[in-house]
């Protein structure tokens, strides 16, 4: 793979980045897409559907208009483009706003990246994600992405036969709702910790499932995996903790395997040199500001967790989801 060739320019882009990105978040964070909407309105009419101040509002819409986020007419009234109508405005259903939320929750602690690769120390603590706003964006930016990846990817495995499937640390059971809606010979259970249990129920009955897939109480890191599946997905929940607390939960998810059953494993996963892809390796840095051990695992590194457990048949799926993701297949074997 070829390296980047940096010029004086790229480098200066790059360090001053942030600035587009602090841009994006405070329209997010004011929802100047969601108030322009279908129409196009001047900077005097967006600023008092918003409360803000015009002068103030015009710089910000021009800067989202220099970035292509608006578009601006002649007679200097702004309009959305039809990808921040899509992504950004609150009334679509593909809105991507809790993410940019949960994002923006985050800046503060990138901020300090230095420190924590000085300390080997985390910068931020759980309740970073645990309180009011944060975990709204924090869970909603979850569902949202899950929501663009889980429809597709449920009609793309094939679970013919299967009848119970485990969705391990399953926040609201959006791949397990998605998996079932696709397999309506199989019902489904969410284990997760009881603080979601109420987004999970709700967005289970959103769904009318409420029949078919049940929420369990549980901590995986300190408790066994009651009951028998024949399906579990463990989707992003490795990357939160280190290399021998995932052996564990993987023995543990193995373990609560039929034989013959099957595991699937969905993270950010990184070459087996560690260094590629881009975001993988960005992510780790987010796991070591704000967790003790967590980081992206490689290929090579999930396997070796699976197989440890007692899992045959370890292979790649040809999925590849937004962000480098990708999930690593495995059967149970006792």
């Known amino acids: 793979m070829h390296a980047l060739q940096w010029g004086l320019g790229q480098i200066l882009e790059l360090s001053g980045y942030y600035w ?160 079932c809606l696709n397999n309506p010979q199989m019902r489904g259970t969410v284990y997760d910790l009881p603080t979601t249990r109420p987004f999970a129920e709700k967005t289970i009955a959103g769904f009318g499932l409420s029949d078919r897939i049940d929420f369990m109480d549980g901590d995986y890191l300190k408790e066994d995996i009651k009951g028998s599946y024949d399906v579990v997905w463990l989707s992003q929940i490795l990357h939160g903790e280190g290399f021998e607390e995932c052996r564990m939960i993987v023995k543990k998810a193995v373990a609560a395997l039929e034989p013959g059953g099957l595991i699937m494993v969905h993270e950010f996963i990184l070459d087996n040199t560690m260094d590629h892809p881009l975001f993988p390796a960005l992510f780790s840095l987010n796991m070591l500001l704000g967790t003790d051990r967590g980081q992206s695992y490689s290929e090579a590194q999930i396997s070796d967790m699976l197989a440890d457990a007692g899992a045959c048949e370890i292979r790649r799926l040809p999925f590849r989801g937004p962000n480098d993701s990708g999930i690593i297949a495995a059967t149970a074997g006792h």
Not at 121 to 139: K, Q, Y
Not at 165 to 177: E, H, K, N, Q, S
């Open 20 to 179: 587009k990105t602090c841009t994006l978040h405070a329209g997010v964070k004011l929802d100047v897409f969601t108030a322009i909407g279908e129409e196009k309105l001047a900077a005097a009419d967006t600023a008092r559907k918003l409360g803000v101040d015009q002068r103030a509002l015009a710089m910000l819409l021009d800067a989202l208009t220099a970035m292509g986020l608006l578009s601006k007419s002649e007679d200097g009234r702004y309009s959305n483009t039809p990808e921040s109508l899509d992504f950004l405005s609150k009334e679509s259903p593909r809105y991507i706003g809790f993410m940019i939320m949960h994002h923006h929750h985050l800046v503060d602690s990138w901020s300090q990246l230095d420190k924590a690769v000085r300390t080997g120390r985390p910068v931020r603590g759980r309740a970073a994600i645990d309180e009011g706003e944060r975990r709204e964006s924090f869970l909603m930016g979850m569902f949202n992405l899950a929501m663009s990846i889980a429809p597709g990817l449920a009609k793309s495995v094939d679970l013919s036969g299967r009848r119970h499937f485990l969705d391990l640390g399953g926040g609201p059971g959006t791949y397990a709702i998605q998996f």
